[in-house]
């Protein structure tokens, strides 16, 4: 079958032994063998499958609350201000603004993997456990411990660096960050700053990525990965004011990855579009143990404005080799796609306005708050003197043999912007790129699983019809994401509801001309409020199959609401509002007997009697 590519390629891990979150949780964990150099001879790629869909209804409802919110303030402000607010102020002159400033960001993005251990002890990785259920003693930095790198946690990490096109070092090493803070117990965090395990990747933005269909470059943009690192998790902070602070060491070397990006990325749009697209990316390779939404994925984001056409000299400020560059500012642990956004812009705005008032923007950490107007300090910018980066001496290096990688590589899923050139492709499945995009996006990938056996069913049931293959695709993609998930608007998806065979039953019905697209929706609706019965008993039952009607019968129907409504006629005719023939097709409907009046047919049939051009073929 055709739907079989996508599918064998979603399906590539599943067949490589896995180690299950729920057994490792109730078996007893025997802590691995010391660390030593690891050199990928043999091996057996150990992995946990993510975890159930969230619900994240909660959320999304406060990022509207404060969208809302803001965009009433915003209105109150221009309306008392209206006289006297200062050209900075308006949206107008915002944008001449930015044709004199030049926005720079990087983008940190911090994953926590999906692996069943933590990075340097055999204690079991979990999320939503009781407080300090699993930690081993060096997670608690007791005196006397080591650390015991967890080879598996290495295999998610790599397939993660694979899919971003980066570079695998055959040696890595782990150094020690030193800041003293509540949640890193030993005083120092354990993460790889001279070798890291990964280099020189890079992310590639099409007009599917972002949400309006279009690029800000018109085109593909391209975003250099400077390197990806491993480290370990801090501890989680539970504030109980007014200064009790409780900590949750179960979170302790939580195994982590660190994306960072290049300062090539001078759109706040397109640093949102890129976190979004790593996001996917890693979710697609089974890499990390969920998105933002539920805290697996943070992203730090340093931003800098310079004048544009400033030679180099003029500024002196050098990241990640770039120089030229205005000061930069980085905001900590953003963690949903839209507080990237709106922090990049709330921070360009401010040091545009600090630089344009004759100041001068220090190198600091800010913070955002969700509905935030400005982004707030919190503490001088460390830098490298600050953290005394320096070898960790108790764990000796990794070594990645060259078949490990090249196997790795070859078993890859099918990544997203593949899945979408296939389902785009017009003798494939012909969804436009928005749809291919959401079906992607959308609950793990469970509803293009679904998808992809509603269009192998219709393909086999059809067989006989071809005149109809052609557009299975795309109606399958209408009804999988339209009709079945405007039923599912306010509730988790789950494909009992509606299996993929009882909707492609109903398409299949549809296709043939043998029930309207009303009865199909009738019958869509009865099925997922659990309606037991097959759906061609239900029809049968319910007297539904379409008996049509003679071109007479849709000429003297047609004809008798057009003389009835004269004032309709006129509108369509003379003011050329054609779409209200569509109310003409619906008083047909309503007037006759369900199953007997095709819209199609009788459109067409309005159309001639009123002398209007064909309708467009979709």
Known sequence: MLASPIRTARQALSKRPYICPSCLRKAKLQPLASAQPFVARSYRALHTSAGPPSNDAPFRKLLKDAVKRKKKEERATAASSSSSSSPQQTPKNQDLRLEKWELTVGIEVHAELNTARKLFSGAATSTGEAPNAHVALFDIAFPGSQPHFQIETLVPALRAALALNCRIQQKSS???????????????????????????????????????????????????????????????????????????????????????????????????????????????????????????????????????????????????????????????????????????????????????????????????????????????????????????????????????????????????????????????????????STLLLLDDGDRLDYYLDVVQYLRSALSDYPETLARVGKTAGNWVLMELGALFKNEEWSDSRVSSDQLASIIEYLLRKQITGRTAKLLLAMKFEGDARPVGQIITDGDMMLKPLSHHEYTDMAQKLIEENPNIVKDIVEKHRHQKVKWFVGQMMSNSAEGTVEPGTAEMVLRNLLELPPMQSK
């Open 174 to 436: 782990f150094d020690r960050k030193h800041y003293f803070y509540q949640d890193q117990p030993a005083g120092y965090q354990i993460t790889q700053y001279y070798e890291p395990f990964a280099k020189d990747g890079h992310i590639t933005l099409y007009p599917h990525d972002f949400p309006s269909g279009v690029s800000p470059d018109r085109g593909p943009i391209i975003i250099g990965i400077k390197q990806v690192q491993m480290e370990q998790d801090t501890a989680k902070t539970v504030h109980q004011p007014p200064s009790t602070h409780l900590l949750d060491f179960n979170r302790v070397s939580h195994p982590l990855i660190e994306i960072i990006t290049l300062p090539q990325i001078h759109n706040p749009t397109v640093a949102a579009a890129c976190v979004r697209k790593m996001q996917t990316i890693l979710k697609t390779v089974n890499a990390v143990t969920a998105g933002m939404e539920m805290g697996g994925l943070r992203a730090d984001v340093n931003v800098s404005v310079r004048q544009r056409n400033t030679q180099a000299a003029d500024t002196g400020h050098t990241y990640h080799g770039v120089t030229g560059l205005g000061q930069r500012t980085e905001i900590k642990n953003l963690a949903s796609i839209k507080a990237v956004e709106d922090a990049i812009i709330a921070e360009r705005d401010r040091q545009i306005d600090i630089l344009e008032s004759g100041g001068v923007v220090e190198g600091e950490t800010r913070g955002w708050t969700l509905g935030s107007k400005t982004t707030k300090r919190l503490r001088g910018k460390e830098g490298e003197i600050d953290y005394r980066y320096m070898p960790d001496p108790d764990i000796t290096p990794v070594i990645v043999g060259k078949e490990m990688v090249a196997h790795l590589r070859n078993t890859l899923p099918m990544l997203s912007d593949d899945a979408i050139t296939m389902l785009v492709d017009v003798q494939i499945y012909g969804l436009t790129p928005k749809d291919a």
